[in-house]
């Protein structure tokens, strides 16, 4: 079993930043594929980024490509996400999730999640 754990959420104002973490508890973590979803008040849960097991493979959704980073420190089992330039379409409840095979856009290809972190960003 896998647990994830994101922190980093908060309240910001458009055109900030904030810098969001997932930690998860298991040792091989090098061997997993993390994404970033999120999910707005009655809207679908939707891709934001992924990591594969080494670093140098992302996948950003054109909505966040230039402005988000995704990066991981296997090292300290973490994956961070920072969002720069936030627009109020931001807006909502980040979840990270890890999976030891599909490396994927999909959520339904993940195995594993975390509880999710509250991202607001006002206009």
């Known amino acids: 079993q896998v647990s994830l754990v994101e922190s980093g959420g908060g309240l910001v104002q458009a055109g900030g930043s904030l810098r969001l973490s997932c930690v998860a508890s298991v040792n091989t973590f090098n061997s997993y594929a993390v994404g970033w979803f999120r999910q707005a008040p009655g809207k679908e849960r939707d891709f934001v980024a992924a990591i594969k097991w080494n670093e140098g493979n992302t996948n950003y959704a054109e909505s966040v490509k230039g402005r988000f980073t995704i990066s991981r420190d296997n090292a300290k089992n973490t994956v961070t996400l920072q969002m720069n330039s936030l627009k109020s379409e931001d807006t909502a409840v980040y979840y990270c999730?890890?999976?030891?095979?599909?490396?994927?856009?999909?959520?339904?290809?993940?195995?594993?999640w975390g509880q999710g972190t509250q991202v607001t960003v006002s206009s």
């Open positions: 999730a890890a999976d030891p095979v599909r490396y994927s856009a999909a959520y339904e290809n993940y195995q594993y």
